[in-house]
């Protein structure tokens, strides 16, 4: 499968605890989003990464979200201290940045529920 | 501010009947448009995008949707509607390096 893939597909949280998720990106592809997506709404942007560059970060994402993709290849978001809020699916989506166009791939998405 | 509209959460549609998805858009200079499509518990798939050029764009599984600039849309259509391809439907610009997304429309296609 040359897809997006996240892991996991599902995680149940109490409050107050800390998650991680994965995101593996089309391998060739330069850039990685993050988004949120709750019931009812369209996808959320968190923030992007060109290669291992964190790009821009959603000013409505508050300090226990953190991001990152060390070697410009796969990608982690964490929340610390997890608040029944949290609770959504969260999307990892790459694209392939090309004479200033790109068409976004989305992964299966990790739907998250904070007890 | 960049901005994209769905004004219908839900469009009802009869199989083999044409159906229409409605999308209309704010952005400063020229815009890239998207639709996406979203089955439960999936992710969104590509369906199809406007760049430049003929104002009506193909895309997967026969859906195909016309920009129009004077009336800043970007409505998706398919010619004949199956009940397969009931589900949510995304439209999005891309501008300035990012992506900005409507709220979706739940299409429902009945047998």
């Known amino acids: 499968d040359t897809g997006v893939s996240q892991d996991p597909r599902h995680k149940i949280t109490k409050r107050g605890q800390n998650v991680t998720f994965r995101c593996d990106p089309i391998s060739e592809h330069n850039r990685l989003y993050w988004y949120r997506q709750t019931l009812g709404q369209g996808p959320e942007f968190l923030t992007y990464f060109q290669n291992e560059a964190q790009l821009e970060k959603s000013r409505l994402l508050s300090d226990r979200f953190s991001a990152e993709r060390p070697k410009g290849s796969f990608s982690t978001l964490e929340i610390q201290r997890t608040e029944q809020g949290d609770s959504a699916m969260y999307l990892c989506?790459?694209?392939?940045?090309?004479?200033?166009?790109?068409?976004?791939?989305f992964g299966p998405g990790t739907r998250l529920l904070v007890l | 501010a960049q901005s994209v509209a769905q004004p219908e959460d839900q469009v009802n549609v009869a199989e083999g009947n044409p159906l229409t998805v409605k999308c209309t858009y704010s952005?400063?200079?020229?815009?890239?448009l998207f639709w996406y499509v979203q089955y439960p518990n999936r992710g969104l798939q590509f369906l199809l995008k406007y760049i430049t050029g003929d104002n009506l764009v193909k895309g997967s599984y026969g859906f195909e949707a016309e920009f129009n600039k004077s009336q800043t849309s970007f409505h998706l259509k398919k010619p004949s509607a199956l009940v397969s391809d009931s589900a949510l439907y995304f439209c999005?610009?891309?501008?300035?390096?990012?992506?900005?997304f409507g709220s979706g429309t739940k299409l429902n296609v009945k047998p």
């Open positions: 999005a610009v891309y501008n300035f390096n990012k992506f900005y």
């Open positions: 952005v400063s200079g020229n815009p890239y």
């Open positions: 989506a790459s694209s392939l940045l090309q004479a200033m166009q790109e068409t976004q791939y």
